[in-house]
């Protein structure tokens, strides 16, 4: 009996500094965010009142907080599929037995150990008008360039063009440990039936490559929330708002314009956003799919 | 025939794509050893020059920077092996009332980074009166969901039976957690280790919101400021600033590139 009780008391005094971490700063500040979501914000003559859903309602009246979620839709558009599209493709290539195999590999991975300020300093130059690279080599072929970044039709996909070239080296990773783990008797056996590598890819490495997929989307759609590093030194936002995304315009609200109850109520849009992933993620896809 | 045909053009077309992939970076490297005006111009065989990055050195304090960030990241993660592979045991072991329920919380971190909170967080920091410090940036970091989740993995594939034979020689709990869970998990502690390390290198908006002085302010957030085009810079010279910062982890990685994909793929077989 005595064991007994020890086996309980041991284990959450074991489990207890990292829950007390977690739990302040991560499901505690979840609820905060939604309580002072219910304030105004408050101020040295009049402080902070209960004003119910007001921030809500102030909300679906703001016309920033439509445009930022719309581009934080187009952002997870243009870059989820393409990135784990080009992650497939890259991971299929070094599979193979190409010359200089090791090369390919490192060439498509090294942008992801980068931080996004880096990589995006190297590609403000690319983008910049006149003198930019981009520029340089499109002008003399007789094409009309925008101001990639400076021009509201371009500078959402100047940041999403970036992020595939970031990511997608990171999900190749996990589509070639699923390729290396796939038995080659696979291969033979579909050799022997006659069926063309193309058959072979669509009908027996894609559907097994599923759980794989799965754990890609779930990381890309979370980084379509996520990653706003690149925007801080491209284009802030602008122009207008027209590359600023959800956590972006959470930053602009909390730390430029020191607007703390509406920043919160705009965490607790993109919470709901990852709740739904996870129920997501969860509930529908993990039955679904077939797991080894 | 056909068949040689195809592999040529699938090596032809990989190989197009790397180069093409690498070529941004190529590229900074390159500008960063030339005059702003010779990259402007893209000529190609001007003169090689250092003097980007002592005009760099010089400007701003990246080796303060750099030491920042090395602190930071060698402090979490010793907090987070810690903190992680105490709870992962627990997990893993113990079999104690409420830990499926706790598991559970622990997981959300997986979702719900701490950057996504910046806003309650940063008062959570300011108020334990750690802004602008380095534990103030760490302290959201200090326990990983993904840590112990990993470690909860490797500990559980451990065999009962080497856990009872210490036992059986009257080792302690925690002994059997030292010196049989911990050596057969090194592996693991590596493969988190690599990730960790280039995780917190690069992370950037967390930083960005608690530091505010030359001594807290790690790379990325120093690097940004430094290329802001407010602060009118020549090109060259970002491209040198940038070299700078990503230069220990590139190096690293370039060294260890076997271990640091393997690393990486093990995080993602869950």
Known sequence: MRIFGNRHVLGWLLISPAVILLVTFTHYPSISSFISSLFSRGNPIRPAQFVGTDQYTAMMQDPVFWTVLENNMIYAAGTIPASIGLALLMAVLVDQMLPGRAFLRLAYFTPTILPMIAVANIWLFFYTPEIGLLDQVLRPLGIDTPNWLGDPDTALWAIIFITIWKEAGFFMIFYLAALQTQSPELKEAAKLEGASPFTFFWRITFPLLMPTTLFVLVNAVLNSFKLVDHIFILTKGGPNNASSLILYYIYETAFSFFDTPYAAALTIVLLAFLALLALIQFGVLEKRIHYR | ?270
């Open chain 2, 1 to 270: 025939m056909s068949k040689y045909f195809s592999f040529t053009l699938t090596s032809i077309g990989a190989w197009i794509l790397a180069l093409l992939w690498i070529s941004p970076l190529i590229f900074a490297f390159w500008a960063a050893f030339h005059s702003s005006s010779d990259a402007i111009n893209f000529d190609l065989f001007s003169p090689l020059t250092l003097d980007n990055f002592i005009e760099v050195w010089q400007q701003a304090p990246f080796p303060q920077y750099m030491w920042n960030t090395f602190i930071l990241v060698t402090g979490l993660l010793i907090s987070q092996c810690v903190l992680a592979t105490l709870a992962a045991f627990a997990f893993a072991r113990m079999n104690f009332i409420g830990g499926g329920v706790a598991f559970a919380l622990v997981l959300m971190q997986l979702m719900v980074t701490p950057e996504i909170l910046i806003v309650e967080n940063y008062a959570t920091v300011a108020a334990m009166g750690f802004a602008d410090s380095l534990v103030g940036i760490g302290l959201p970091y200090a326990a990983s969901a993904f840590g112990i989740f990993l470690l909860r993995q490797s500990f559980k594939s451990i065999p009962k039976e080497l856990d009872d034979a210490a036992r059986m020689e009257g080792c302690s709990t925690l002994g059997i957690l030292w010196r049989v869970y911990v050596p057969l998990a090194i592996p693991t502690y590596l493969a988190y280790g690599l990730v960790s390390i280039s995780h917190h290198w690069n992370n950037f908006l967390w930083p960005l919101v608690i530091a505010n002085s030359v001594e807290t302010r790690p790379l990325t957030v120093g690097l940004a400021i430094f290329g802001a085009p407010e602060s009118g810079v020549e090109w060259s010279q970002i491209s040198a600033a940038t070299l700078i910062s990503v230069a220990p982890l590139l190096i690293a990685f370039l060294l260890f590139q076997r271990q640091f994909i393997k690393s990486f793929m093990a995080s993602g077989i869950k």
